[in-house]
């Protein structure tokens, strides 16, 4: 009978071992469910503020409204992330806002200013991310402060902008004349013509294909797409017949030949496009101040970009490229009519015969919910004799294409490795020159 009941003991104390084991094994499996939660909730929170801090420095040119365009783009790609667990909504704790969003100069003194703004820095707490065991640990013990049943997860990032390894231009691109770099003997708002059906010479514009041949697809197709591998010393292709761009090229407008899907056509924010005066037909632009040429020339047909219109040679709804992007103006200014449009730019309707459709403009419109900044504002390399990149420009297109064929003006901006540089790209950061792009630095 002591030895039946030594062993009823034994049993009993197992039982309390067995249990205290199995809460200690559930207080390890609790630290580990909840914090692995928290480091997912982190994790996924980096990766929205990462977007979040790119896509805001990616605006920052020191142009006008570069602070509200970096604050929106940062806000839009931050949100559309999903987190805490994957959560669209973010589990209802709330998203990133304006006031998290902030600039600060090259001394990292914080700024609101658009021409000092450098770094952008995006910060987030996520409030409350719920635990599971930990919970169930606090109402066993009553240990509430060891035990807590939310906890708040923080991330922030900063960015830049930065030299590029690789650039996505469009295919056009100018053979450096005997000017030196980064201009190439150019200046800030000259208007140039892209030839359509001639070779060009030093100093001229031309279709080239990114990828070094000569179809014509694949110059409709890199114009449509976009190309992010190009690198300094990359040898360009000649394009003979370029069947198809005048399409691709309207899209960036805002101009297409029937309904098409705009989120997949994407224009700039605005359509609104610049011929000279004293074109034929005429065009609807002369800027009041004229500039100087590096031959010592002057002119008038210049400046689209951030000009001011002479209203006396000017049609009457004629503003800078600047301000009606900030409007999202149409091709027909405030309508959607296309023979309209061609009136205002061309000075006739029938400019584009095959062109039916144009964007609406507003702030509700298909320009400001499908715009993108690289549509009009764009990147173009700068050749050796050999058609080989050795750098880069920042340009305006200036109006759209009646057929493939078309000679088009582009206005020079200036360098694409400039600081105040409108022009981004989304290449691979970490090189020595060229267009910049944002670069996280924290």
């Known amino acids: 009978m002591h030895r039946k009941a030594r062993r009823h003991q034994q049993r009993g104390a197992t039982i309390i071992t067995m249990a205290l084991m199995l809460l200690f094994l559930l207080g390890f499996m609790g630290f580990a469910l909840d914090f692995g939660r928290l480091f997912i909730v982190k994790t996924e929170l980096q990766t929205a503020l990462d977007s979040c801090a790119l896509s805001a420095a990616q605006e920052l040119d020191l142009q006008p409204n570069a602070v509200n365009r970096a604050r929106s783009a940062g806000i839009t790609a931050a949100n559309l992330n999903s987190v805490n667990l994957q959560s669209p909504t973010w589990d209802g704790k709330g998203k990133v806002t304006d006031a998290e969003i902030t600039f600060y100069n090259t001394s990292f003194t914080l700024t609101t200013s658009d021409a000092a703004a450098t770094y952008a820095e995006c910060s987030h707490v996520q409030p409350d991310v719920r635990l599971w065991l930990l919970r169930a640990m606090a109402a066993f013990s009553g240990d509430f402060a060891t035990f807590p049943a939310t906890h708040d997860v923080g991330a922030r990032a900063i960015a830049k902008r930065g030299s590029s390894q690789t650039a996505?231009?469009?295919?056009?691109?100018?053979?450096?004349?005997?000017?030196?770099?980064?201009?190439?003997?150019?200046?800030?708002?000259?208007w140039v013509i892209v030839w359509g059906t001639r070779n060009p010479g030093s100093g001229e514009f031309g279709w080239y294909n990114l990828d070094g041949s000569t179809n014509a697809r694949a110059t409709k197709d890199q114009l449509e797409g976009g190309v992010c591998n190009t690198?300094?010393?990359?040898?360009?292709?000649t394009p003979g017949a370029k069947t198809g761009v005048d399409t691709v090229w309207n899209y960036r407008f805002g101009i297409y030949k029937n309904n098409v899907d705009h989120q997949l056509h994407r224009p700039d924010y605005s359509g609104y496009s610049y011929r000279p005066r004293n074109a034929s037909p005429a065009g609807n632009w002369t800027n009041a101040t004229p500039i100087t040429l590096a031959d010592g020339?002057?002119?008038?047909?210049?400046?689209a970009w951030n000009g001011?219109?002479?209203?006396?040679?000017?049609?009457?709804?004629a503003q800078n490229f600047a301000t009606k992007r900030s409007v999202n103006a149409s091709y027909d200014d405030i309508?959607?009519?296309?023979?309209?449009?061609?009136?205002?730019?061309?000075?006739?309707?029938?400019?584009?015969?095959?062109?039916?459709v144009v964007a609406t403009p507003g702030a509700n419109g298909e320009y400001a919910r499908y715009g993108s900044s690289d549509r009009r504002i764009a990147t173009v390399p700068v050749l050796d004799d050999a058609n080989r990149v050795r750098d880069y420009l920042c340009i305006l297109l200036l109006h759209p294409m009646s057929g493939p064929n078309d000679d088009v003006r582009l206005e020079i901006i200036g360098s694409?490795?400039?600081?105040?540089?409108?022009?981004?790209?989304?290449?691979?950061?970490?090189?020595?020159?060229?267009?910049?792009?944002?670069?996280?630095?924290?």
């Open 231 to 237: 690198r300094i010393g990359d040898q360009l292709g």
């Open 416 to 442: 694409a490795g400039s600081p105040s540089s409108p022009c981004t790209t989304a290449g691979l950061p970490g090189g020595a020159a060229g267009p910049l792009v944002p670069v996280l630095v924290r």
């Open 308 to 317: 001011t219109p002479n209203p006396a040679a000017s049609h009457a709804s």
């Open 335 to 356: 309508g959607t009519d296309i023979r309209h449009g061609s009136t205002i730019v061309y000075n006739t309707q029938n400019q584009l015969n095959s062109f039916q």
């Open 168 to 190: 996505c231009p469009i295919p056009v691109a100018v053979k450096a004349g005997a000017g030196s770099p980064p201009l190439y003997g150019f200046v800030p708002g000259q």
């Open 297 to 303: 020339s002057t002119t008038v047909y210049c400046c």
